[in-house]
């Protein structure tokens, strides 16, 4: 069983920036993979960054160049550090990862980039 709690989430101006925190209840170097999916209103869950055991990082086209996913094994936390935000960035944001072929998840923080 893995436990993922996201924090960080909150309002924030365009052009703004924020860190979301994912905290995990063991080690993030043992996960197969870890990342960020992201849900805003009326529309389905997308993926936003991960990263895979193999060191393997892909980016959403939508976020490539603006958000950076990273890790900090001692605190067993993932972050996605996002700058440049957009209002189109709004959105519930979820912390994920995969262990042994099961895909856990967080229960989201919301981000709101609005004027």
């Known amino acids: 069983q893995v436990q993922l709690v996201e924090s960080g989430g909150g309002l924030v101006q365009p052009g703004g920036s924020l860190r979301l925190s994912c905290a995990a209840s063991r080690s993030i170097s043992r996960f197969n993979a870890m990342g960020w999916y992201r849900q805003a209103p009326g529309k389905e869950r997308e993926l936003v960054a991960q990263?895979?055991?193999?060191?393997?990082?892909t980016y959403a086209d939508s976020v490539k160049g603006r958000f950076t996913i990273s890790g900090d094994n001692a605190e067993n936390t993932g972050y996605l550090q996002m700058n440049s935000l957009k209002p189109e960035d709004t959105a519930v944001y979820y912390c994920s990862a995969i262990l042994y072929g099961v895909r856990f998840w967080g229960q989201g923080t919301q981000v709101t980039v609005s004027s």
């Open positions: 990263v895979t055991a193999s060191g393997r990082i």
